[in-house]
């Protein structure tokens, strides 16, 4: 298998050829999408994960690091659930712009069981691709330009390698100027 894209040191190949480094909902969610071709997978130290380790110790520019996390908030006793994707230099404005999207009086970052039950995903993997229909997935304006980004891919052991504009393309995808701002 020939790497299909790579960023910093990942060995990636397409992600349909390794599912098992990918976590079930990911899996089918890329098995669905004629656009997976383009998507690529490398395996990782899962200790490493965290965006911070993970760029350091695989040479990845956090500017090529895209963060999905999962949110919640409620409005007349319905609970509403989303998810923003960011860079890894950025923070999400979750009390302004995410909360004004979502509807919601409160929102906050959904609690890890939560995030886990609900996506059928590891905590420190959760990605865009293959979360529960119906959520909004809200993506910073600089993700979409950004070209190849690494985002989690379900499980920790492992990143996905893609060009953001493939971000745009997913189901309930909303691309957002001004989601997120320096961290």
């Not at 860079?87 to 509807?103: K, Q």
């Not at 970052?109 to 905590?123: K, N, P, Q, R």
């Not at 304006?141 to 989690?152: L, S």
Request: aromatic share 4%.
């Amino acid at each position: 298998m020939t790497p299909l894209r790579t960023l910093g040191t990942l060995s990636t190949t397409p992600a349909l050829e390794r599912t098992d480094l990918l976590a079930p909902p990911v899996a089918a969610a890329l098995a669905a999408d004629a656009r997976a071709g383009g998507v690529a997978v490398a395996p990782i130290d899962p200790e490493l994960a965290d965006t911070a380790a993970f760029c350091a110790a695989y040479q990845v520019s956090p500017a090529a690091s895209a963060n999905c996390v999962v949110v919640a908030g409620k409005r007349a006793g319905e609970q509403r659930w989303g998810a923003a994707v960011i860079l890894a230099t950025t923070r999400a404005d979750v009390n302004g712009v995410v909360r004004r999207r979502l509807d919601v009086r409160k929102v906050s970052f959904a609690a890890m069981a939560d995030a886990v039950s609900l996506t059928g995903m590891e905590y420190g993997g959760i990605t865009p691709i293959g979360l529960p229909a119906g959520w909004p997935v809200l993506i910073d304006a600089a993700v979409a330009a950004a070209g190849p980004v690494v985002i989690g891919s379900g499980i920790r052991g492992s990143k996905i390698v893609l060009d953001a504009a493939l971000l745009v393309e997913l189901t309930g995808a909303e691309v957002i100027e001004g989601l997120a701002g320096p961290v």
